[in-house]
């Protein structure tokens, strides 16, 4: 089986060969070896720590114990617990680490791992139904299925029952596991259900589209696995079944032919979008290739984040409208980063154009790799552009998609290296490795690469063929490297650099010249011949578009492929909101090996502002910063983060004039749900009740509950009026104007009623001013009550001082 492997990729032609393909083929990951600073540890830190823990969190949260269940439930016996999994997906996440684990196996023999992958697949072969089916949320107890599944197989898979997503991630991983252990056991598992699903779906038989995709590049995983075109013709009857009459969120509004915009759920959306790749690919049928066009240039031309995330709303973890980017709640799921990704390569593969893989790696190394810490057990879920310090990873989520994700990509980024096409080789990232290519005319080579990349720009390439042979060397320019933020207009360089691009084969320097991205080297070469590529990294400042209302008055700082935030651990005081950036500050790179695994800093001096007096004069004072790159925040505890910063004043939050408000001590009730208090105090000023931009306290998901916050004088004052803006994001999600609330001073130990208020204000969009019976105390207490069945939550809380 060995032997096969080596022809193995990514998405590159294994079993059957197919009279028609992607073009370009990815040079697969088992034939390239990287051991390069930068991927080599974390592709380790992956195979020796992630995958183990996200396999013990698989078991600890019953994610096995349900196949377990459902073959017992096969095997009639009586259940003690029927109970359904939490989510009727919840099986995809032990398929997703099967699928990384056995990437890692291709690379790294493990025999303790494969037995226990073995063990693994026996369990998930005896919850399968004789027919093929595998779900467990209905086999543990057909009678009474999970909520979210219909009666009936299938029926609801539209909506959510996620029948044929659970097969398409077992399709990605028996793929996976067969190319990497030449064992049949998984795929046996995924082809049994693969042919029930041929049997129930396609022209003459049931039409219904899969709720959340996946299927369709599984099915096509499994067709060249196999080599069974029903597979192939089952993926493009899923695509060509889908809408009209559905929804955005389901990209089923309209047929996937007609879509020319990306929108609803990005992960749903990348995978579509990889599935109708692979199809136009395989099938030669333009139709979707002239779409995934059209909603590329929409993507990467209006709803793509600086860092290469996509998806910036939380409801519906879905695209917003076009240049709706917010920061602080950008959503940029992990997921979506890898089906962006997922997309951006096959794109490539299709048209051999270099800025797909531009996007690729400014999403692998920033919006990405964010998605896990560096001791590869905490993620993030969101991967948002600012934080006030309510972001912080988790071990494990419910919905536990990204964590598998992560595993699975990260194992097979080796993939992403090379691609070839006829007698020519493409070297798409640059990181330090060996690889062993056969191009489609026969020539093999061998090509090293030397580099500290991304930290620096020089690669040293040698390229050996066994003996002088003419063939095509095509060297990427990346995007950054030639002025270019991104393809099209939605983020520019705002600097000015002289720095150029300067390559040399043999010694002797050759033009820059470009073709679709890449510098073509077209020779005879002899073993053992050096390529010299020198990709100046200076810092460069980066603008947005001015339609993306959230980065006006800011720039960002990026260095080769890597976009750098300010964390609070880089400034003094530890806030980051008040800084300002002028654009003729000075900013350098330094290595520091001490930091975060080693990472290249960029500093400089910024200017903090306060506001001076209570009518908000602004307070200016030099400090220095240094930013990190994105991907290495919140690996220090939470606090403020900041990827776009202010160059212009208007667009920085000054640091709150010390009043008696925000020289308390501010609390509140509920300590389950962690209400930020900061946010009380902070003299954030929202823009209406629903900013979610602007920090605020809620105490979702409490719903019609009494709640209160509370401040703790510094010393006891006179204090005769408040002021409060209330939280209200109707519409989006459960927090209302509260139903009524009540304040209460602090006198020997007590709570009591402040005397004679005016009013109890519960409007909206404005701060509501309550006036009371001066008194002297050391502490006050707001008490609310929610509305029934909604939360509540505040932007801010002033305290008035009395007149002596
Ligand atoms: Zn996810």
Redesign the pocket.
Known sequence: MLGALAIFGAVASYGAPSPRDYPFKPVPFTAVHLHDIFWAPRIETNRAVTIPFAFEQCEKSGRMDNFERAAAALKGEALANKRMPPYPFDDTDPYKVLEGASYALAVQPDPRMEAYLDELIAKIGRAQEPDGYLYTARTIDPEHPHRWAGRERWVRDPDQSHELYNAGHLFEAAAAHYQATGKTNLLAIATREADLLCKTFGPDQLHIWPGHEIVEMGLVKLYRATGNGRYLELAKFFLDVRGPGGDDYHQSRIKPVDQTEAVGHA?RAGYLYSGMADVAALTGDERYLKAIDAIWENAVGKKLYLTGGIGAMGAG?AFGRNYQLPNLTAYC????A?ANDYWNLRLFLLHGDSRYIDVMERTLYNGLLS?VSLDGKRFF?PNPLESDGRHERSPW?G???????MTRFLASVPGYVYAQKGDALYVNLYAAGAADIKLDNGQTLKVTQETRYPWEGQVRITVTPPKAARFAVLLRIPGWARDEAVPGDLYHFADRTDDRVSLKVSGKSVPVKLEKGYVRLERKWKPGEVVELDLPMPVRRVAANEKVADDLGRVALQRGPLVYCVEWPEVKGGQVANLLLPDEARLSASFRGDLLGGVETISGNAVSLRYADARQKIERSPVAVAAIPYYAWANRGRGEMSVWLANKEEAARPLPFPTLASTSKATASAEGVRPDTRALNDQREPKSSGDHANRFVHWWPHKGTKEWVQYDFPKPARVGAVEVYWFDDTGVGECRLPKSWQLFYHENGEWLPVKNPNEYGCAGDRYNRTTFETVETDGLRLELQMQERFSAGIHEWRVEPAER
């Open positions: 992960v973890e799921e992990t997921c979506a890898v998605g879920y989520f919905v536990a998609c990204c964590p598998g994700n």
